[in-house]
């Protein structure tokens, strides 16, 4: 079954206007989530986790247990943030492995 | 450097050729994984390791092999290859199972 829902596989975006990318997990205790990001010709690194409620490169996400989502949200998008984005959360009863999303491809136009 | 390195980083070859795709890294991490990435389906775990001798099977192993003699290392073997292995794979290694440190992945083209 699919544990992480990432819904729309490509985001375009001006410079300059917010982005959101949607995820949602399917409910199980309380989960851990992660963004991960993967630039083009680099590797996939991780951007954030929820634990951390940190804000990295602007970007933040909230976990919302009531909507069981963790929608990563930037105010303000630049060009470096074209990229590859993934939603992952622990699979329950997984061995503390990563389940993740589709991923949304984010491109922000100039 | 603390790293994750695949090799080799592309690869063409024919249907039924055993090949093997190398992984290692050098932060003495306890969990590594191997996964495939593919345009629609996004990042697939193929099998992962929690420690030395042991590993278990992702959510697309069919068709692979792996194997951890040691700590820094976690090979992907294809044995028999076919074209539906064409993909982007990804080594990644972990301390505790959460954050992964990922490979720069190697490009598998099985013609």
């Known amino acids: 079954a699919q544990r992480v829902t990432q819904p729309e596989k490509l985001l375009s975006v001006f410079k300059g206007a917010p982005v959101e990318l949607k995820c949602n997990y399917s409910y199980s205790g309380s989960p851990e989530l992660f963004w991960y990001v993967q630039y083009s010709r680099q590797r996939l690194q991780l951007l954030l986790r929820?634990?951390s409620r940190e804000s990295i490169k602007g970007f933040t996400a909230d976990l919302n247990k009531g909507e069981t989502s963790f929608h990563l949200k930037k105010p303000f998008a630049q060009e470096e943030d074209s990229a590859m984005y993934y939603c992952a959360r622990i699979r329950p009863y997984g061995n503390n492995r990563l389940a993740f999303g589709k991923g949304n491809q984010v491109v922000v136009i100039p | 450097e603390a790293q994750v390195t695949q090799n080799p980083r592309y690869l063409i070859t024919v249907t039924g050729k055993k090949l093997t795709v190398t992984c290692s890294q050098n932060m003495n991490h306890e969990y590594m994984s191997w996964y495939r990435q593919d345009p629609g389906l996004g990042l697939r775990q193929i099998y992962y390791?929690?420690?030395?001798?042991?590993?278990d099977k992702g959510d697309v192993p069919e068709g692979y092999k792996v194997s951890r003699k040691e700590k820094r290392n976690f090979p992907l073997i294809l044995e028999s290859p076919s074209p539906n292995q064409t993909s982007l794979y990804f080594c990644?290694?972990?301390?505790?199972?959460?954050?992964?440190?990922f490979g720069p992945g190697t490009r598998l083209t099985v013609t």
């Open positions: 929820h634990i």
């Open positions: 390791s929690m420690n030395v001798e042991v590993t």
């Open positions: 990644a290694s972990s301390p505790e199972g959460y954050e992964q440190y």
